[in-house]
């Protein structure tokens, strides 16, 4: 079945560190690739998207890139901001499917 | 424009009490999910409403979960004799439409209801 893998956290980085989170996939077919990210107090927001092979999905300063030949979407920032902590969730969804298939979630810290 | 909305924010429960989590998708969306996060975990579907169409229940994990929706609107998920085990962030999310093809729709996320069943 399908399945998505994400590194555990939490990852601890200092401000202006380049941040890489991964998110590896399972799944017949071609799925849809989802970041969502939970600020503290706040619900799950969507971070960014990709719907098709070598699509890169950008927002705030975040991209990830649809890797079919890795099955990857890691998520990556150049310089992070203490603004940035929040915990991250990686999410598929097939083609012939609309339920969400979640990974387990990475929680990031950001110190000043 | 308003985004989905549940209540309570937070339930405290006794153990083999009956439950109701609400939630007001945003205005105009026709499909409405609802997901159990437990602590530490991702998130875990339970239901999905689309329109007028018979809801997907495969994900409540027991008889006791049961879930309604008045139309296009308000949903209530109702959890009988409420477990331990049933303490977690109970989610829902709604989306403008979903196809049988390319899957492009976002889910848009209340804020959750924490349970905590004593």
């Known amino acids: 079945g399908n399945s998505v893998t994400q590194m555990e956290g939490p990852v601890t980085l200092s401000e202006e560190a380049f941040l890489t989170i991964n998110c590896t996939y399972t799944?017949?077919?071609?799925?849809?690739l989802f970041w969502y990210v939970q600020y503290p107090g706040e619900g799950l927001q969507l971070l960014l998207k990709?719907?098709?092979a070598d699509d890169k999905g950008s927002n705030k300063g975040f991209e990830a890139t649809y890797r079919k030949e890795t099955t990857s979407f890691h998520l990556e920032k150049g310089s992070v901001q203490v603004s940035d902590s929040a915990v991250y969730f990686c999410?598929?969804?097939?083609?012939?499917?609309?339920?969400?298939?979640w990974g387990a979630g990475t929680k990031l810290i950001i110190k000043p | 424009g308003a985004g989905v909305s549940q209540s309570p924010s937070n339930k405290v429960t006794e153990k083999g009490k009956d439950v109701e989590l609400r939630c007001d998708p945003i205005?105009?969306?026709?499909?409405l999910y609802w997901y159990r996060q437990r602590l530490g975990q991702g998130l875990e579907f339970l239901i999905y409403?689309?329109?007028?169409?018979?809801?997907?229940k495969s994900g409540l994990p027991s008889d006791r979960f049961s879930a309604e929706r008045t139309g296009e609107s308000v949903s209530t998920l109702t959890i009988q004799r409420t477990q331990q085990e049933d303490s977690a962030v109970y989610l829902c999310?709604?989306?403008?439409?979903?196809?049988?093809?390319?899957?492009?729709?976002?889910?848009?996320f209340g804020p959750g209801t924490r349970l905590t069943v004593l």
């Open positions: 999310a709604s989306s403008s439409r979903t196809s049988g093809g390319a899957s492009t729709d976002t889910q848009y």
């Open positions: 205005s105009g969306h026709t499909a």
């Open positions: 409403f689309q329109g007028n169409s018979a809801p997907d």
């Open positions: 799944a017949t077919g071609y799925p849809s």
């Open positions: 990709a719907t098709k």
């Open positions: 999410a598929l969804r097939s083609r012939s499917n609309y339920q969400l298939i």
